[in-house]
């Protein structure tokens, strides 16, 4: 289960609840309208999605500067909406269309955006760590002070390439934050059946690597946590690791019919732990926005999907020619 509540009184604008708001609310409907496409045939092979994560992204992305970089696994598409990359190009991607951010030819686990110093999307599991060591290597190396968050799963942890990364990490101090979504289950495995210590941020002690578990479903703390890690890797002290304890309220991916959980179980952490209800919550008894503002602000976001979804549909298949574009990098003369 994730961890519990934590908010303490909260010392936050009404405009930064709003924008967590929005930017939470943005990813939950543009990934169930991924869900509607994909189900309509629209969408092809694998689609994993974000909806219950939200506020680790979002969180994080509050915490983040520009020229920060982000990397992560093949559930990325909150991650690139958090980093404000475009609802059209990432969902005409999904769809293979022309308009995408690999022009239909990558699909939901291979886009990237150089502007927004958006790495992928990796399908092959905890194959983003050691690249994300490598991001941050390249700003250490260029004498900058940006940082390098680096999502896995719960999963993906227990990958040997994660240690041999840390201790590389660790050894050259490099500006990386390691951030675990730990949502609790690997495809089909919770997380007890497959991980000894069930407190995985303590994995880096063995390499001297500062580690934090975080109330993932809190997007006020995991900004708060993230913005020392920051913090710390600005600092030129080295990699610090935040193991975000979330859950994931859709199957692993849309194929998955999700036998190795109860509904009750998916059910109660929608009714009680809610990130974007949370925030919710918070913006009306504070009194920060009326019923009304908060229907203003879903109309709008439901505007941006839909026009996404459009555009995805109406974007062109890639021609032909395409298969022989884009594999080699051209030198230029
Ligand atoms: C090296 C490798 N092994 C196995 C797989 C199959 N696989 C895909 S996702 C996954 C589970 C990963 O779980 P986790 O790291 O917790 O991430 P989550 O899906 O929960 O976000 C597995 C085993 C793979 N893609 N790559
Ligand atoms: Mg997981």
New binding site residues.
């Given amino acids: 289960m994730a961890a519990k509540k934590t908010t303490k009184k909260a010392n936050v604008s009404k405009e930064e609840l709003l924008s967590y708001y929005r930017d939470m609310l943005l990813i939950r409907r543009f990934e169930e309208k991924a869900g509607q496409l994909y189900g309509m045939g629209l969408i092809g092979g694998f689609c994993?999605l974000y909806i219950g994560q939200e506020a680790v992204v979002v969180g994080l992305e509050a915490a983040a500067k520009d020229g920060d970089k982000r990397i992560t696994?093949?559930?990325d598409h909150g991650h690139m909406l958090a980093c404000g990359m475009d609802p059209n190009g990432v969902m005409a991607e999904l769809t293979g269309r022309e308009g995408g951010y690999s022009k239909g030819k990558g699909g939901s686990m291979h886009m990237f955006s150089k502007e927004k110093h958006f790495y992928g999307g990796h399908?092959?599991?905890?194959a983003q760590v050691p690249l994300g060591a490598g991001l941050a290597f390249s700003d250490k190396y260029r004498g900058n002070d940006n940082v390098t968050f680096t999502y896995?799963?719960?999963?993906?942890?227990n990958?040997g390439q994660v240690y041999e990364t840390f201790n590389m990490a660790a050894l050259w101090d490099l500006p990386v934050i390691f951030v675990i979504?730990n949502?609790q289950?690997?495809?089909g495995t919770a997380m007890a059946r497959s991980t000894s210590s069930p407190d995985i941020y303590t994995r880096g002690a063995a390499f001297g690597i500062k580690g934090e578990a975080v109330d993932g479903m809190d997007v006020l703390a995991v900004k708060e946590a993230g913005e020392k890690a920051v913090a710390h890797c600005r600092a030129g002290k080295g990699p610090y690791i935040l193991e975000v304890k979330t859950y994931?309220y859709r199957g692993?991916s849309m194929s998955d019919p999700a036998k190795y959980r109860t509904r009750e179980e998916v059910q109660k952490m929608r009714e009680e732990r809610d990130c974007i209800e949370h925030v919710r919550d918070m913006l009306l008894t504070g009194k920060h926005a009326t019923d009304d503002d908060l229907k203003a602000i879903d109309k709008e976001i439901k505007g941006i999907v839909n026009e996404s979804a459009d555009f995805a549909k109406e974007s062109p298949e890639p021609d032909v020619s395409e298969l022989y574009t884009d594999i080699y990098l051209e030198a230029e003369a």
């Fill in positions: 994993h696994s093949y559930r399908g092959i599991v905890a896995f799963g719960d999963g993906a942890a990958q979504e949502n289950y690997a495809m994931r692993h």
